[in-house]
């Protein structure tokens, strides 16, 4: 699930992200050789509206990312085009800035200059028709036709009132932040950096401060320390004359903290890095610091005081309480890691956040990254059976699963708005790819009813999703989108929350006033609404709460949506007609609470003109801003409620300074307005006054009035309309048909009630229809449409399940595993629920409510439980079963194995666990050159080798999520001699019974045997066994050289047995375990293997034959019968390990029981 602005970078996104921080911070992509000079910002710092891969990322409340280091102001270091910047960027009003910025390269025409024009820096375009167009605009001769539809230009060069201050000797320099308090101040301070992309880091700063709005500026590096290198820049959203700087962490790490708007710091040292701040929305000392090893501290003094909250919280996702939801304002929601890398959703107060004060909203943990605390509303997700699940706490109350339709099957989700108690998703669904559907919610955020299909998608620079989706500013249910019809992508707009949705329609005329042949629906209007390539911009499309009519935006004519040609237009009547009012891009910007635009085109070559519009862009007036054409780096308008200020960032060439030019616009309004300047605007759709359920009317400054507006009119007066069905839009369950009515989907059964209603109680019986949140309307239909109360009948139970709380149908033995019990439908209230575990345990309740949180229980035994559940409220029953696997961890696996086999002789192989018994379990089998494995539910097989030489053997055994296994070599033979060994007591005085002593010494034997004998080491195969008395047993092998002519006969392994005997008999075999400790190897008994016949049939012969060899072999067992009978070696000591592959051997043979096995060994060991 995640969490996403809309693609536009809609007015609320913006608000949000750049809030109270009164910042413009610009970079410029591929300036520095073929990558940024703009370093990798911090995870914190990434736009709080788009969503990365994998989880939620959101904006969160406004404000909610005040905190976030803005991205840079920057110019090329080298000779690099100045067109090669980032985006527009435009502040939402309030925000304390409007920025403005040159195009990215790939939307960028270059101009074919005319000679004269090309040498005064200004830039020509040609038309369709091969008109040349000082700076993309109609000619002179264009104005006379048809001047009432043409927009029109008045090409005479106007003066503006500006000032230029050089930035002197930071021309290096190719990052800046620049904050602007506004609201009637007059300081801006700017943090200039040289970021170093071949080092990653920044290798100089400077800090700027102007106290008469950008006239002059002073350096203050000698009071903030001339070695001091800054990195970040940060403003309280609550009170903008508290500054915090954060110094380099590779060079130190420290807080300079100012309260008074720069002029003075302080400063203090941090023991740990700081990725990212938040601020609290009220408290102004309130802060969050996230730091680079995952901790997340707290200060309630500015930063001057820090205390460690939480470990291993999740980038991101760290909130404040929200105000009028928490009672607690420091109050802290988290996201945390536990140990085993689980996710929980954690709550905790700023001061006082320990172990015992700790709480989790959400019972039992929820998927990575995924909680969102935004507004009146808790997300979270939980995926269980390989589907995703979204669950939604209204106002901190219990977390309720979010209801979409049944077959929506959603694979992902993201939450757009939460504005006006109403919660706004996009939801890819199983059948789609690039596109999203748009739902909307009910108050609490638990029932979804479908708003518009296909909306378009597409990926941010960050692989973050971004949705083409953009609310209006200043009217409530305003939204554009691009939705995509079969492979084209077309531009809807609703004014009524997404109920009704339709195209725009084209302007009549073009620019120049000739008519525009577009009718609906073949040809519309198109807009593009994603934010740009530059995640901290804009975007090409504009709107404003104080200018509630007026939407400017990029696009274009046509049956769908392209990415050439693309024109400016703007609507002044919230976009029921449009007109076009440029050929090219340009960043426009509102002054004078959107009385007055500004646009600047997108241009590689140096400017130094801008347009005026008085008049909601029906005509424009060239302006110059400075006397030598700028290369523009960015734009930043005066935050407050004139906006009439207005700073152009630039340079003039590639090397120089940082020229700051301030613009002042109050010189070209003749006075205030007055009242009389005024006239009144209805907002409406397509004739429609009624929007949202009520009819509003608007103060518009008069057109041909040139007069400052000031503080934003607003709306004159609003009133209520008659409700209609145009006002309600269907309930959960229910689909619009063609004939307009909300009819029950196919899926839905009308009849079903709350699991909450019993009988006595009342409901509230849906009637197919919902008012459309915010909606205003009164009267008319509103009480046949709204839902009725009804009496709660008696109903039987039926629907019930029980299921774990976190989906999975296991529980680890000696652990509470909570059981939920839910019920369809019936009357819960007088119902008695009865839960037998399986385990000989029953519990009994007298209705649902008491078990909402869930029944714990805990298991002391693994094993497959029965647990049933049975509900009965007089008027019938109902019953469940849930069979759960109770496990523990398994630890360790051993396969048991003998060491050497005889060939097409039976093996068996037994996976030995500690602990033994762990639950169910599944083994899957490797062996020989078998490349497809045997999987079983047994621990032990049975197979054949069909050839001589070494073979291994794997076992893997699944437990639940873990997987071990365990690998053993065994020696097939045809035939072989085995010998147990004994040693000189005091080597158990060094025996410390461990898999890699009992490896190593048995080289040591192997080695010791070769050299005492002179015996090949091919023919010797040792193996110390584990436990006390320290013994080992010995094989004699065949060997055949690699040629295949020499082969040892039985006769020949005989010769090496006696000489081995015969040696060990003389004490001649022996080797030194450590200086001054000398170890005697000692024999005991010898076991021939039989030869295996391998006729089909047994002739009188091999009869003969083999009674001779049953007699010989009565007789040795008579003569060794204090000794060692005829087979293979006797069972090892009751010490023996698992592991142990005698101990293995004589399972094989003599189907004994395996001993406990101890933790830590790992069977005997042998060398070849």
């Not at 973050?464 to 691009?482: H, S, W």
């Not at 000031?710 to 006002?727: F, H, L, W």
């Not at 839960?835 to 094993?863: Q, R, T």
């Not at 500690?914 to 089998?925: D, E």
């Amino acid at each position: 699930m995640g969490k996403v602005g809309a693609g536009g970078g809609s007015p609320a996104g913006l608000s949000a992200l750049l809030a109270g921080a009164g910042l413009l911070v610009l970079c410029v992509p591929g300036a520095c050789g073929g990558g940024s000079c703009c370093p990798q910002l911090p995870p914190g710092s990434a736009p709080r509206w788009a969503a990365t891969p994998g989880g939620f990322v959101g904006r969160g409340p406004r404000g909610r990312a005040a905190a976030t280091p803005l991205p840079l102001l920057g110019r090329p270091l080298f000779a690099v085009a100045p067109g090669d910047r980032a985006l527009s960027l435009e502040r939402a009003p309030g925000t304390a800035a409007s920025v403005a910025m040159a195009p990215r390269a790939a939307r960028r025409r270059r101009s074919e200059a005319e000679p004269g024009k090309a040498d005064r820096g200004e830039g020509a375009s040609r038309s369709p028709r091969g008109m040349l167009r000082d700076g993309g605009q109609p000619g002179p001769e264009t104005l006379e036709r048809d001047p009432d539809k043409a927009t029109r230009f008045r090409m005479e060069e106007l003066r503006l009132t500006s000032t230029t201050f050089a930035l002197t000797g930071d021309s290096a320099h190719n990052q800046a932040m620049v904050h602007w308090s506004g609201h009637n101040s007059s300081v801006i301070l700017i943090l200039t950096k040289l970021y170093d992309y071949n080092l990653g880091s920044i290798t100089e700063s400077s800090l700027w401060r102007s106290t008469d709005y950008g006239t002059t500026y002073e350096k203050l590096n000698d009071k903030v320390g001339l070695k001091t290198i800054l990195s970040y820049l940060y403003v309280c959203p609550t009170n903008k004359r508290k500054i915090m700087l954060l110094t380099d962490p590779e060079i130190e790490s420290s807080l300079l903290i100012s309260s008074d708007e720069g002029a003075t710091y302080q400063k203090y040292r941090l023991n740990f890095y700081i990725q990212s701040l938040l601020f609290h929305p009220k408290q102004e000392d309130w802060i969050l610091a996230y730091s680079q090893d995952q901790k997340l501290y707290s200060s309630a003094e500015f930063g001057r005081r820090w205390q460690l909250i939480q470990e291993g919280v999740v980038p991101n996702r760290f909130y404040w309480s929200v105000m009028g939801s928490n009672k607690e304002p420091d109050l802290v929601h988290l996201e945390a890691r536990t140990i085993d890398g689980h996710s929980q959703y954690l709550t905790c107060r700023m001061q006082n956040c320990t172990e015992a004060n700790r709480n989790k909203p959400f019972p039992g943990y929820i998927d990575p990254d995924s909680l969102i605390v935004q507004d009146d509303y808790v997300f979270v997700q939980l995926t269980s059976g390989g589907r995703p699940h979204y669950y939604v706490s209204y106002r901190r109350n219990a977390f309720a699963q979010m209801k979409l339709p049944k077959y929506a099957l959603p694979k992902d989700m993201h939450v757009i708005s939460t504005d006006e108690n109403q919660v706004f998703a996009a939801v890819q669904e199983w059948n789609q790819n690039d596109t999203y559907n748009l739902y909307i919610s009910d108050t609490r955020g638990v029932y979804f009813t479908l708003a518009l299909e296909n909306v378009q998608s597409s990926r941010g620079p960050e692989g973050n999703i971004m949705i083409d989706l953009y609310e209006v500013a200043g009217i409530k249910g305003m939204f554009l989108a691009n939705k995509k019809i079969d492979n084209q992508v077309k531009t809807f707009i609703t004014y009524n929350k997404g109920r009704d949705w339709r195209l725009l329609q084209a302007p009549d005329t073009d620019l120049r006033g000739d008519p525009v042949h577009c009718l609906l629906p073949y040809c519309s209007l198109h807009l593009h609404l994603k934010v740009s390539e530059n995640p901290y911009t804009s975007g090409i499309i504009a709107s404003r709460d104080t200018a509630p009519s007026i939407i400017v935006a990029s696009g274009n004519i046509g049956s769908e949506l392209s990415d050439s040609d693309i024109s400016m237009f703007v609507s002044s009547d919230a976009g029921n007609t449009w007109r076009q009012i440029f050929e090219e891009e340009h960043s426009v910007l509102y002054l004078d609470q959107g009385g007055v635009l500004v646009a600047m085109k997108h241009t590689s070559l140096p400017i130094r003109h801008l347009w005026l519009s008085f008049d909601e862009g029906r005509s424009w007036s060239k302006y110059s801003f400075t006397s030598i054409p700028l290369f523009v780096d960015g734009v930043l308008g005066e935050p407050g409620e004139e906006t009439l200020i207005m700073t152009v960032f630039g340079h003039f060439s590639h090397r120089s300074e940082w020229q700051l030019v301030k613009v002042d616009y109050k010189s070209i309004f003749d006075r205030r307005c007055a009242e009389e300047d005024y006239r009144p605007w209805q907002l409406h759709s397509q004739g429609e006054a009624c929007i949202m359920g009520a009819k509003r009317v608007y103060k518009k400054r008069k057109s041909e009035r040139k007069c400052m507006q000031g503080k934003y009119a607003g709306a004159m007066e609003s009133e209520p309309c008659v409700c209609t069905e145009a006002d309600f839009d269907c309930d959960y369950g229910y689909e619009r048909h063609s004939n307009g009515q909300c009819l029950p989907a196919f899926w839905f059964n009308p009849s079903s009630l709350s699991k909450d209603c019993s009988l006595g109680q009342s409901y509230l019986n849906s009637t197919g229809y919902r008012k459309v949140v915010s909606n205003n309307c009164t009267d008319g239909v509103r009480e046949q449409y709204t839902a009725k109360p009804q009496k709660c009948p008696g109903k039987a139970p039926r629907g019930l399940r029980i299921v774990t709380a976190d989906g999975k149908l296991t529980a680890e033995q000696g652990h509470n595993v909570t059981l939920m019990v839910q019920l369809e439908e019936g009357d819960v209230q007088r119902t008695l629920i009865q839960v037998d575990f399986g385990d000989g345990v029953a519990v009994s309740y007298v209705n649902l409510s008491s078990m909402e949180d869930g029944i714990k229980h805990v298991y002391h035994n693994v094993g497959i439980f029965r647990v049933t559940v049975q509900v009965d409220n007089g008027l019938g029953s109902d019953s469940a079963v849930l069979y759960l696997h109770v496990t523990c961890p398994l630890e360790h696996v051993h396969l048991s194995l003998p060491f050497v086999t005889t060939k097409n002789k039976e093996v068996n192989a037994t996976a030995v666990l500690w602990p033994s018994q762990v639950g169910t379990l599944t083994y899957v089998w490797w062996y020989g050159n078998n490349t497809e494995p045997l999987i079983t539910l047994e621990g032990s097989i049975s197979f054949k080798f069909t050839s001589e030489g070494m073979n291994t053997i794997t076992v893997q055994v699944s437990a639940g999520n873990a997987i071990l296994q365990d690998t053993k070599s065994i020696a097939v033979y045809e035939e072989f001699r085995s010998l147990r060994l004994s040693f000189s007591p005091n080597l158990d005085d060094y025996n410390p019974d461990i898999p890699e002593w009992r490896r190593d010494i048995s080289r040591v034997i192997k080695k010791s045997l070769v050299e005492a004998t002179g015996v090949p080491g091919e023919h010797i195969l040792v193996a110390v066994l584990p436990g006390l008395p320290t013994a080992a047993e010995l094989f004699v092998l065949p060997y055949q050289d690699p040629t295949g002519e020499s082969k040892r006969s039985a006769e020949d392994l005989e010769q090496i047995s006696e000489l081995l005997i015969h040696k060990l008999n003389q004490n001649s075999v022996h080797f030194e375990l450590k200086p001054g400790v000398q170890i005697l190897v000692h024999a005991a008994h010898l076991t021939a293997a039989p030869l295996v016949d391998l006729t089909p049939t047994h002739s009188g012969s091999a009869m003969l034959m083999l009674l001779s060899v049953v007699f010989v072999g009565l007789a040795v067992f008579v003569i060794y019968k204090f000794k060692r009978r005829v087979a293979l070696p006797s069972p090892p000591s009751p010490s023996t390990q698992p592991g142990d592959s005698s101990l293995r051997l004589q399972r094989a043979r003599h189907a004994t029981p395996p001993s406990t096995p101890k933790r830590g060994s790992a069977g005997a060991q042998f060398a070849i």
